[in-house]
């Protein structure tokens, strides 16, 4: 299941992979600052979206 990380203010995904990796890694390798628009990055559980995508691949 892909995992990705998001800047809840520009959209800019900062993380995308089939790895699932700790949100507060991902935060602290921008410097807690979104690349894009320059937004502090924090992680608060109570936003966290976990979405069903639909696969384009029959299932077997």
Same mark, same amino acid.
Do not use: A, F
């Given at each position: 299941?892909?995992?990705? &990380? &998001? ?11 089939? $790895?699932?990796?700790?949100? @507060? $890694?991902? &935060?602290?390798?921008?410097?807690r600052?979104?690349? =894009? ?8 559980? =109570?936003?966290v @979206?976990? +979405? +069903? &995508?639909?696969?384009? =691949?029959?299932? +077997?």
């Open positions: 299941m892909p995992q990705k &990380i &998001i800047c809840r203010s520009c959209k800019h995904m900062l993380y995308c992979g089939d $790895e699932l990796v700790n949100p @507060e $890694e991902v &935060i602290s390798k921008y410097n600052v979104c690349p =894009e628009c320059s937004k502090p990055l924090t992680l608060n559980p =109570e936003r @979206e976990v +979405k +069903k &995508i639909q696969n384009n =691949e029959s299932s +077997k």
